[in-house]
């Protein structure tokens, strides 16, 4: 008797949830920023990642927010919109 479990299909949603997620090595690239940097925005807050398993992922919204807001912060008072 085979007692391995069947194969799951990956879906085109879950193909498309994992194109949207990244490591901290490939968010820190995307970012232009080292990924010791990456670990320490995810740690504050910064930058909102999620754990699945034991391995951390960014978002691809997570690194476009955190974009916007460091260009936000960079620019003079009253100037935002």
């Given at each position: 008797?085979?007692?391995?479990?069947?194969?799951?299909?990956?879906?085109n949603?879950?193909?498309?949830?994992?194109?949207?997620?990244?490591?901290?090595?490939?968010?820190?690239?995307?970012?232009?920023i080292?990924?010791?940097?990456v670990?320490?925005l995810?740690?504050?807050?910064?930058?909102?990642?999620?754990?699945?398993?034991r391995?951390?992922?960014?978002?691809h919204?997570?690194?476009?927010?955190?974009?916007?807001?460091?260009?936000?912060?960079?620019?003079?008072?009253?100037?935002?919109?």
């Amino acid at each position: 008797m085979d007692n391995t479990e069947p194969q799951r299909n990956e879906t085109n949603a879950d193909r498309s949830l994992i194109d949207d997620m990244f490591n901290p090595e490939e968010a820190a690239h995307r970012l232009r920023i080292s990924r010791t940097m990456v670990y320490k925005l995810m740690s504050s807050g910064e930058l909102r990642s999620l754990t699945i398993g034991r391995r951390r992922f960014i978002t691809h919204e997570a690194i476009e927010r955190f974009k916007r807001m460091r260009e936000r912060a960079s620019l003079p008072p009253g100037s935002q919109s």
